[in-house]
């Protein structure tokens, strides 16, 4: 067990080190097809969570640019109001729309669910891009511990709760959840809330974020046949605020190296543009590929069986029974 957590965490340094950075996103981007990101989008619905900065403002930016009606979730409502202001104004699209709705508590999810299903609109594309990593344990007013309240809770309550809408698009709706590669350092653990004494908040991000890329194969399989595909991604290391603010040390040592926002949610648009017989639903994506969703000999892939029994935990726990 140690030796198998030695070697992922290593293996994960090297790939990540070689990968991630900028530099693997110029490199990888010598094989981008310029045509893939000259699609329109007038006519469909997106939204988009943690939309008022870093990979979520990228996102938004470059699907309002392409004429999309986007809906901006945003916890804050004057930081939300400022970025919609400025994507306004560099996109020249007036279909820009702010939703408030603080992810950390789920019953604010279902109140906000609640209010925009009421306009009965399609949903085109869902990205699932907010994201958190805080360091220390927190545990909300519902009794969640904090990373998994907005990493896994809010993303599945959101999507589960959605599906109307997005089969309504049907059958090109989508749901692209951005996940991590710090997937790769854990296997999928059906303790959600980290149960064990001493709290390991980078730890307990990564396994969020496996979580989320094991619910998109989930969903893959339980929405076969209604018109909705389901992709999770890796938007590579990015030198976002988030980043900054939760891992300062990470973003010293790599000052210069990580990513712009606009690499990050690069992969993000190329998924939203592009035809669905061009992709898989339930796959993993980096830069604009399909990715292994375990490194070589890390022990990860056999633990996606327990799935089935995380999905009935955050049935209960999202009160979506």
């Known amino acids: 067990m140690f030796l198998q957590k030695a070697w992922r965490t290593a293996a994960f340094g090297l790939y990540g080190f070689t990968q991630f950075t900028k530099s693997g996103f110029l490199e990888h981007s010598k094989k981008f097809k ?22 979520g403002y ?72 907010a994201g958190l990593l805080e360091q220390n344990r927190v545990t909300t007013p519902e ?48 303790d959600l809330q980290f149960s064990e004494s001493n709290f390991d908040g980078t730890l307990q991000y990564a396994r969020n974020k496996r979580v989320q890329v094991a619910l998109t194969e989930k969903w893959t399989e339980t929405c076969s046949g209604k018109g909705i595909d ?35 949610a690069d992969t993000v648009i190329w998924l939203a543009l592009q035809p669905k017989e061009k992709l898989k639903s339930g796959a993993f994506y980096f830069d604009r590929a399909e990715a292994p969703k375990h490194l070589l000999f890390a022990g990860t892939a056999r633990s996606h069986a327990a799935i089935d029994a995380i999905v009935d935990s955050l049935r209960s726990l999202c009160k979506l029974l």
């Open 58 to 129: 990228a996102t938004v930016e470059g699907l309002a640019s392409r004429g999309a009606t986007v809906y901006m979730v945003c916890r804050s409502k004057e930081r939300g109001e400022t970025a919609l202001s400025k994507i306004q104004l560099s996109t020249g699209n007036p279909n820009i729309h702010l939703e408030i709705c603080d992810l950390s508590s789920i019953n604010e999810v279902q109140g906000f669910v609640s209010r925009f299903s009421a306009q009965e609109k399609p949903l085109h594309v869902l990205v699932n891009n």
């Open 143 to 190: 009794g969640l511990e904090l990373n998994f309240a907005v990493n896994v809770a809010a993303t599945y309550t959101l999507t589960e709760l959605l599906m109307p809408l997005l089969e309504k698009a049907a059958p090109d709706a989508r749901v692209i959840t951005v996940s991590s590669g710090g997937m790769y350092t854990t296997p999928l653990t059906p």
């Open 230 to 264: 389901f992709y999770s991604m890796h938007p590579g290391w990015a030198d976002t605020p988030g980043v900054a603010n939760s891992l300062p040390g990470f973003s010293e040592r790599l000052s210069g190296k990580l990513r712009t926002n606009n690499e990050g």
């Open 34 to 55: 310029e045509e893939d990101m000259q699609v329109r989008m007038e006519g469909k619905n997106c939204m988009v969570t943690g939309a008022n900065s870093g990979i």
